[in-house]
């Protein structure tokens, strides 16, 4: 398998050209951290994206960043926070912001920051055949023409190579705090009810961490909330967020999405090693293989009008199909005609 | 060729008679939006019910017509104003609150539910739907989805596409499909973020599930007053610096406070060169902490006085003055031409300052009212075009306050879109090959080119067959596409 390593965007477009041209199929490759994810696909090269990543602007007054998509996540932390600001994706380090925003991945603290695609104004993206096109504007708000970005976001790679994003990123709380309460879904669907405007209610099966971010003393107010629900537990605080992870040492990990009142269905028989996102519907789910439990978990999602796709270990998206299948093969067909971005990686078989 | 009077009989014996009109009354009346722009249609049909809008969408493709989906048609930019053989889909009869499930921190909405009928009726269980246009006593939520649609709460909690979690959309084929889930995440390509803003050029939204936001359990309104525009616009700069983002930030130079002021009797200090709305929500404490920032700010950029509303009534007051700006400039001249652009905050001055000159060399009057803490402005030029050249003078203007918001970094439109009225700007900050890729997501959902027709892409933006620059012939790229893939 070949390795394209582009410098400029200029060199993306003639990479992607002539892969187009002699039907080579690319994977598009950031900081490999979201590679499992998407059904198995066969290509002859992978693009990698690091070498992009300079900064082209950043103006704290305006809460925009603009980066070119290899940069990773660590270094863009690095550069916010000489603004006292952060782009609220929370991936590891070496994740590339391209990745991150490809794989549709989002922040524990979805409940305060939202969906990470909503943070993306404007991307410069090169198609499957070599064309650099660009939607969005370096503003916080725009309705100018239609939102391309939105569209690859979350696409795995499959409708072109991100080179460069304008993000919105915001202020960093200046109090963060996080207290653990032992308990499973119930105790957290409580302390939801109870907190006003927390970052992030994660249970697990034991324990349930609550983040709280914001002037310190709308924190410490959120704070005397929780612990008047954990008073009678034996609650602690500190952190980091999230500490309990017990997801993490399983093979498999599913990433549920089902409505926020579903995950007590969703993860009633889904073992032991879950953490979900109460008031989200987001729920990690760790499995030991990728046979019947990930299909009884994907069948339950499915129930409740949502999906379980695998983001580490083997067991692909599943079978959902996406709405308006004849929509999603014409987009794809009209960014990457020659069919040579990842094939078959996307839902649907795209 | 389309065929009316078929469509009609079909449309009427589809939707019942009374739902049907083509007389000349009606044709006129829905013939232009709140726009400037003036169109025409053959057929006006008001859905009822999700059925009424698939059988809508049939009976045009069948009888040649294209389809104009419509609100309360208070858009600004001609994105309902039809043209040509168009049946107008107006869906104001479909205006049920359908569910409200706050567990799920959501409630499904029919599109021609009003804004503000939607906030009322969720305020008793604690929530609101953040997305809150000017227009909100008579805008639907159906055209909030099309447009994008902002508003001066939209600092904080994001435009209309960051509320909207799905979409049922019937396409022109007469499909019913839902984009986007009531759960986080869905399998596919994010059409749902697609088809927001896509001012009704991709399908009818036939209803909508939108995010239910928290009260906030305290809101602070402060009226801050300058004696220069400066100093006005680097203190919205310098609150954001500071860290802090206020629900609000609007901006209102002296024109438009003094009508303002005649017609809601607010309060607003008529001798001020330019005043502030600031407002900042939240937990008690964090509104106090977000209120010292935000008066630090003023004071360092020589506020000269700070007003707080004491009670729910002076706020709802200093918001009348503001909301109601776009009435009260009836009082300079009978017309006028609402702008909608933006730019980055820290060149808000000297922008300002342009659109002035602009209007100054063009001889009209020119107030302005916006969401200073978006960057997003609302020039407002008041005229009356029965005086022979005005409108004119006021088209010239217009053209070049948009090029000085592009040229400095800005964008054509923030919260109105693009319509008829700014389409053929689009080149302005497009590249042929965004514009043939946005032609190409258009055609994508649209393959005939019948929803809403010369809207949004300049004449001439189309998807074009990029096969031909791969040396590739059709067939031979068909191959290798995923079976079904041409349709």
Known sequence: ?????????????????????????????????????????????????????????????????????????GELER????????????????????????????????????????????????????????????????VTGYDLHKLVAGSLGTLGVIVQVALKVRPRPPARRTIRVPGGLEAGRRLLEAVPGPAAVLATPDVV????????????????????????????????????????????????????????????????????????????????SADGPLDALRARARALGGIAPVIRGP????????????????????????????????WGGI | MADVDAARRALEDALGPAEVLSDSLALALYARDASMVEGGCVLVAFPRKLDD????????????????????????????????????VVTSKMNRILEVRPED???????GVLNLDLAVALAPRGFTFAPDPSSQQVCSIGGNVNTNAGGPHCLAYGVTSNHVLAVDVVLPDASVERFGSEAPETAGYDLRGVVVGSEGTLGIVAAACVRLTPLPPDVRTMLLDFTTVEDCAATVSAIIASGVVPAAVEMMDQGIVIAAENFAHAGYPTDAAAILIVEVDGLPAAVEAQARA?????????????????????????????????????????????????????????????????????????????????GNLHPLLSFDRRIPGTLERVLAASEEIVRLCVEAGGSLTGEHGIGLEKRDFMPLVFSTADLQAQACVRSAFDPEGRMNPHKVLPAGARCGDFTAALGMDAAEAARNLPEGSWI
């Open chain 2, 105 to 111: 921190r959501l409630a499904w909405v029919e599109p």
């Open chain 1, 315 to 346: 067991g692909g998206l599943g079978e959902a199909r996406p709405a308006a299948l004849d929509v999603h093969r014409r987009l794809k067909a009209a960014f990457d005609p020659a069919g040579v971005l990842a094939p078959g990686r996307f």
């Open chain 2, 294 to 374: 935000v008066e630090a700010a003023a004071r360092a950029n020589r506020v000269r006085e700070i007003r707080v509303a004491a009670d729910d009534a002076e706020r709802a007051l200093l918001w009348k003055g503001r909301k109601s700006a776009f009435g009260a400039v009836a009082q300079i001249a009978p017309h006028y031409h609402l702008h909608d652009c933006v730019v980055p905050r820290a060149k808000l001055v000297e922008v300002l300052s342009g659109v002035y000159a602009i209007a100054k060399r063009h001889d009209l009057v020119v107030t302005n009212v916006f969401h200073a803490g978006d």
């Open chain 1, 209 to 288: 961490e609550v983040r709280l971010e914001g002037w310190p003393e709308e924190v410490e107010q959120q704070a005397q909330a929780a612990w008047r629900v954990a008073a009678a537990l034996d609650a602690t605080e500190g952190e980091p967020f999230p500490s309990v992870r017990p997801w993490e040492d399983r093979p498999v990990v599913a990433e549920a999405a089902v409505p926020p009142s579903g995950l007590p269905d969703l993860l009633e028989a889904a073992g032991d090693a879950w953490g979900a996102l109460v008031g989200v519907g987001l729920a990690w789910v760790g499995l030991d």
């Open chain 1, 1 to 73: 398998m070949d390795l394209i390593h582009p410098f400029t965007k200029a060199e993306v477009i003639d990479a992607m050209r002539d892969a187009s041209v002699r039907g080579r199929r690319v994977l598009v490759v950031g900081g490999r951290r979201h590679m499992d994810k998407g059904e198995p696909c066969e290509i002859d090269a992978e693009v990698w994206t690091t070498q992009l990543d300079q900064l082209v602007s950043y103006e704290p007054a305006e809460m925009v960043a603009v980066v070119e998509a290899g940069m990773r996540v």
């Open chain 1, 79 to 142: 550069l916010l926070a000489e603004g006292d600001q952060e782009w609220p994706c929370d991936a590891p380090p070496e994740a590339t912001v391209g990745g991150v925003i490809a794989a549709g991945s989002s922040s524990p603290r979805r409940l305060r920051v939202g969906p990470l695609r909503d943070t993306v104004l404007e991307a410069e993206v090169v198609t499957g055949d070599g064309r650099l096109i660009r939607s969005g504007a370096r503003t916080v708000k725009n």
């Open chain 2, 53 to 88: 809008v698939v059988a809508c969408a049939r009976i045009a493709t069948e009888h040649g017509l294209s389809i104009v989906p419509r609100g309360s048609g208070t858009g600004l930019a001609g994105g309902a104003t039809p043209v040509g053989d168009a049946l107008v």
